[in-house]
């Protein structure tokens, strides 16, 4: 089940993100367009959510998941590792989707924008463990679970990276996708509020965006999570007057392949003199080489691996 406005938000989250690391090669004002992956883990809670509604096997979601996921990854991975040289241990870590310190006190695999796949796993294990529950108890836990570990997140940040990350309240984001699922499904989702809730997204963004926030964190959260949820949940509020616009949807299905590529290809063009269309044509490239990684390499690829 694809819907037109996921797919939509799916692409503003990535070119957002896009925009944000083409900006920060010069003046970073764009810091608010990292709150696109706060849009992409609001999106996750609320696609896990809905495409596990029959789903009873633990085992067949992972896989599901990890062939979604992993191969893709593994070869930006790979790519990154030609110019980052990075150590086995930090490499094999990348590879698993473990939190690793470098010696240096970074924490970040070896393509920086693999962070949000380490959340990503986590929740789809956590996720896969409520597959066993019925539907109402398996909601209870996973909210009890991320609201728990959340808590403990604000006893403050540990030196271990896997306690770090995992007690992180970026995780409540995941869960508020969920939520938004469980409402969608019951449709109690009023069309009047989309707009109201979509304006609400973009003044929040846009004043974090003049402040030129960076927040971690609670902070985050709140000034990042709590719009990413409002964009979403204006967009699906919105789905039935959604038109159908092809170039949208492309950018949201190769979403993921513009996600993990996009540096690659704006490295090149940021070394073309372009003056002031620098960007423009760094975004722009950024998309359509995403677009045809996805059709050439990730369809197909995910598609041999799950028949």
């Known amino acids: 089940m694809k819907l037109v406005s996921i797919q939509y938000a799916r692409a503003l989250a990535a070119l ?3 925009f944000y690391h083409a900006t920060a090669r010069g003046d970073a004002w764009f810091q608010v367009g990292s709150a696109g992956v ?22 067949t979601f992972l896989a599901h998941r ?19 040289r990075p150590d086995l241990a930090r490499l094999v870590a990348s590879f698993l989707f473990i939190p690793w310190r470098a010696p240096d006190g970074a924490v970040a695999p070896v393509l920086v924008q693999g962070w949000t796949l380490q959340y990503e796993m986590f929740f789809y294990l956590l996720f896969a463990v409520g597959l066993v529950l019925t539907r109402r108890l398996q909601l209870a836990v996973i909210t009890t679970a991320l609201v728990a570990l959340s808590c403990i997140g604000l006893a403050g940040p540990p030196y271990d990276p896997v306690v770090h990350t995992y007690t992180d309240p970026l995780l409540l984001e995941f869960l508020a996708g969920i939520w938004l699922a469980v409402l969608w499904r019951a449709a109690r989702l009023p069309q009047w509020a989309g707009r109201p809730l979509l304006a609400a997204a973009i003044v929040a963004f846009t004043l974090a965006g003049v402040a030129r926030l960076d927040p971690t964190g609670w902070a985050r959260l709140f000034f990042w999570g709590v719009p990413a949820g409002l964009l979403v949940t204006g967009f699906l509020a919105l789905e039935d007057r959604m038109p159908v616009n092809r170039l949208g949807l492309a950018l949201g299905d190769s979403s993921y392949s513009i996600y993990l590529f996009h540096g690659f290809i704006s490295s090149v063009v940021f070394r073309l003199p372009l003056g002031p269309m620098l960007i423009p044509v760094a975004v722009v490239a950024s998309a359509v080489g995403g677009w045809l990684i996805f059709r050439l390499i990730e369809a197909p690829m995910t598609r041999f691996l799950r028949d």
């Open 66 to 84: 990890l062939l979604r996921i992993a191969p893709l990854y593994w070869m930006a991975t790979l790519l990154a590792a030609v110019s980052a």
């Open 38 to 59: 706060d849009v992409f883990f609001v999106i996750s809670g609320f696609i896990m959510w809905t495409v596990t509604e029959r789903e009873t096997k633990s085992g």
């Open 16 to 18: 957002a993100v896009v």
